[in-house]
């Protein structure tokens, strides 16, 4: 199920993650990176505050994708030579929802994408030679799937900043 896509505010958001250069589809990666990240979070006693995410730093879907496999944190620190230390900039966000399989995450920012472009939305985004760089593009995960098996019941937030 998708939401109707909207635009937010968010505040500036401190974040630790593990970035990692991937192909798609990265599915292997997500299962080796996330319980690492967690595990040097809880190593370090550092609590989210708030749920974890996929940031896209830079998107080339044929080649290479550069993503942050993090969480945010309730104030600035220090990472470490594996684990990055980062910001997520304010600012205003395109949002949609998705509540199912994570399967179906290209087609809802399909979705995302294809409404800012009906209604004239420049994302935070350059276009470079290692592709599309962007501001703040993230994949939220807001239901655990430990503590939910059921893929339809999961709900992932899909943000991009749009352009000042």
């Not at 935070?124 to 501001?135: K, L, N």
């Amino acid at each position: 199920m998708l939401s109707k896509p909207t635009i937010i505010e968010r505040p500036a958001q401190p974040y630790l993650a593990i970035r990692e250069k991937v192909t798609m589809p990265f599915n292997a990666v997500v299962d080796r990176v996330f319980p690492e990240f967690f595990g040097w979070m809880g190593q370090h006693g550092i609590p989210f505050s708030d749920a974890p995410f996929i940031k896209y730093n830079c998107i080339d879907m044929a080649r290479e994708l550069e993503l942050e496999f993090g969480a945010p944190v309730a104030e600035p620190m220090q990472g470490d030579s594996r684990v990055v230390a980062g910001t997520i900039p304010a600012g205003r966000y395109g949002l949609i929802t998705w509540q199912g399989g994570y399967d179906k995450l290209v087609a809802a920012n399909g979705a995302l994408i294809d409404w800012a472009r009906e209604q004239g939305i420049r994302w935070d985004m350059e276009a470079t030679p290692e592709g599309d760089r962007f501001a703040g593009r993230l994949e939220i995960y807001r239901t655990d799937p430990a503590a939910e098996p059921d893929p339809s019941k999961w709900v992932t937030d899909i943000l991009i900043k749009i352009a000042d």
